[in-house]
């Protein structure tokens, strides 16, 4: 992920913690709180605690999580800051289960833009 669509200081993430909306999965919450600038595009933090497992265990879910958002994040909805909360049981999830819980939290979250943003590479 871009470094301009992650979260990266402590008060932001406390920010969207206290202020924001929580929508829980059983591998993921998704805390999410207008962002302070409204212009600026969706952020995105992940927090990963020592009950997932060790400290290889919780890098590879980090990794993979900052994959599925990076794909995401062009659907994002813009001015919004969000916080992902991994669970303990997200450390046995395989890349496609981690993948429909995030999926699933952003659908019900509102988050995800009806129509892709993505850029047409073909000219057509």
Known sequence: MRRSWRLRDGTEFARVRESGRIWRHPLLALSAAPA????????????????????????RVKRRLREIMRQEHPRLVEGWDLVIVVRPAAAAADFAALSA???????????IAAFSRQVDRTGL
């Open 36 to 59: 302070a600038e409204a212009s600026r595009s969706s952020r995105v933090g992940i927090t990963v605690s020592r009950r997932v497992g060790s400290a290889v265990v919780r890098n």
């Open 101 to 111: 819980a995030a999926l699933s939290l952003l659908r019900r979250a509102g988050l």
